[in-house]
């Protein structure tokens, strides 16, 4: 073989390593390429879970151009994702506390479902008739669709997979930068409203945070089924067990009752685990907790199974995650305290309503529960969600300002939504009027709420 | 005070009667329709499998049924020895619990033989009257420890109640608690309802719903359907219903209209001049409920065009999709939607265009 015949061979079988053979039909993908844009919005919600889908539709439908940026793949995160599919409270003392787009939300899956409401008319005594049973059972996926349904009608960007990596404000805009599965955006907005729960994009821009030293454990939910246990012998299994059998009994659609009247959801519909220290700010923490609630429901399916009546006992749902009760609060304008919220204090800028018991889980023991008197429901201040020496940045949800014990009652879903809702009319304010969110007339924020339906506490 | 005059069940509004008449013991909370001059009694049988009762009807001489109550013959047992207690029980015309009397000198006792004092009598009169006391989860011998030996004797271990049940029984008397508990609100109680249900028109409908206990509203509202009519007065107290602005009432009213009372032309008037009048939680319901209607009613239609330049972009994005559900399409709908755009909120603005763009090609 000639020199050049030979050269021309090596070229040719080297393309043949480097290019692969194409069947009729395929093509040769370009190389992996990540997409950069440069995306310009009013407001950008960050996180889409209990408080941030209502914020993003709440500011939508006051007409302002809203991004919405979810790390996972689904809004609703705690009620959803979490499978807290359970929110409340909306009622209080014969009276709803809680409406606007989180009831909408709530109502829309109830009736898409077939649910039945509790009966709010009767008032929980916390003794036959305990503070839960005012929650409202919703089937998590349907929630999770209507949300983004909602979202895309209001008219909001939904980005999944998406989380912020630098936050900077320059001459009066917030830079955004944000990576996720192929893109890295630069979103430049005029209001942020941190809904990520972990107060990340707050941090991210700079803000101090507030954290306990020991924080209340997490929960992996799972359900379980294949057994009867009306059936069983509770006498051969250990008392610490059942709990775990008994509650999982009534899922949903076992709670359904051919009256109304007395339609109390007999037990909360799903089971958990606790996982110790579960905090879901960073990936990496996410993982571990993740990974120890999944480790320890096998652990426990596994140990249930050896029970009499339970051999057949079968693991029906597992959440995708770990659900979080506590990480970062902001150190706000106005941090509400403990003694705010059980005397129900009203403040001249309180826009919603909270009303669930402090419940503190502790050491994942037991928890401190304390119920709120009669005729009291506690109320959240705007200066609660916007960080000291911020400008054009609000929290929503369980990161809000406030102190531990508080927070322990703020952080669920019903109170989350009303914040939700609470923070984006004043975003949107904010950019209407040119000012600072702490500077929104306070009159018309809260006009602006009751026409969108929210309920807003009266001095 | 949000929870003054609300009724419940249990607590605030537990009115106590206590009467000593003579040797009898009465203890009773107050029912829908007071006690008329004119009554008679008929008597239905019950037979809940396990024991079989007549059950008494207290009713007006037109046929108003004001009350049920039945004589229970039972057997309360003291360490092996038992004695018969006869007691009456009575339920309001709505299967609420109202009362009991003891007659002829008879008496409730604890597990030492001791008799009831008053405080223990008002203390099981409240507790009877609580419909989601557990005790109906449970069969007796779960609530105590019984020792072999005194396996008959349920009130003498009533001493070895189970700690978290104690709170649901008068102590000293489990058996006894127990067993009224679920008398009240058993079998019998299932059947005063359908009792009443039986003899449900407009006249009784509009008295329950009187009544100053809301379980008693409650339970009027959940049968509105059974009324064949809705007549002028039964419409007006229905209304009446929302503006107490009591949201579980007005989501149960809602829900509990048929199909064929939502066609009354009145009624859906009616319902939608809430909107504007009531909170947005309740005027969602009523557009979802007219949403639910075969048709929606010319005069609705008519009424909802004349007061479009008026309504909240939120209230307008609503009836627009009412309007789409119920293919309302009406050249003056399209003129008064084209006089409201440009609005000034994008979203509505961009709602009332996506509306007109699907349905300009077929306006009248």
Known sequence: MKRREMITKMGALSLGFATPHLSKGEVLAAPYKVQKRKIETEILVVGGGTAGVVAAIQAGRAGTKTVLIESGSQLGGTTTTGGVSFPGIFHAWGKQIIGGIGWELVMDAVNLNDDILPNFSIIPDNKSVRHWRHQVTVNGSLYAMLAEEKCVEAGVDIHFYETPTEINFIKGKWKVKTVGKGIANEIICDQIIDCSGNAAAASIAGFPLLREADTQPGSFIFRIGGYDFESLDLSKIPKEYHARLRQNMLINEDVKVESS?????PTVPYNYVYVHGADSSTAELHTKANIEGRASLLNLIRKLRTFPGCEK?????????????????????YKITHEDYVSGKVFDDSLSYSFYPIDLHRDGQSIYQEFLKEDIVATIPLRALIPKNSQNFLVA?????????????????ASCMGMGQAAAAAAVLAIKHSVTPADVPIGELKNMLKEHGGIVPEA | MINSIKGLWIGIILILFCFENGDDIRYFQSSTIPIGDSMDIITVSIDDSQESHEIFLRRTSSGTPLRYFIELQTGICFDNKCRPLDIV??????????GFELLDGEFLSKYDHTPFTEKEYEELHHLLADPFLPLGNFEFEELVTIPDTVSHSVDGVSGATAKDVLEYVVEGAAYTTHKLWNVVHGPIREQVMRLTESSFDPFLFRKILQSTDQSD?????????????????V????IGVFHEEEYFQSYLLLKSLSSHQLESEDLQLKLFDLVGKVDQSIENLIFDKLADASHLSPAVVDHSISILKDLTGAQLVRLLKLYSHHRVKKAELLGELS???PHENKYV?????????KNSDSFD
């Not at chain 2, 509202?221 to 007549?231: A, I």
């Open chain 1, 397 to 413: 949800g369980r990161c809000l300002s406030s102190d531990r014990l508080a927070n322990s009652a703020l952080r669920v879903q």
């Open chain 2, 339 to 341: 006089r409201i755009i």
């Open chain 2, 217 to 233: 509203r409650t339970w009027a509202l959940e049968r509105v359907s059974l009324l064949s009519e809705l007549d002028d007065a």
């Open chain 2, 89 to 98: 029980i009575y339920w309001n015309i709505t299967g609420r619990y109202l």
């Open chain 1, 261 to 265: 009247v007395n339609n109390f959801p």
């Open chain 1, 313 to 333: 006992l079968k693991l029906v749902s597992a959440q995708p995650e770990t659900v979080v009760r506590e990480t970062f609060r902001i150190d706000g304008l």
């Open chain 2, 349 to 357: 603005d961009n709602q009332v265009l996506q509306f007109l763009k």
């Open chain 2, 235 to 238: 419409i007006e107290a229905l």
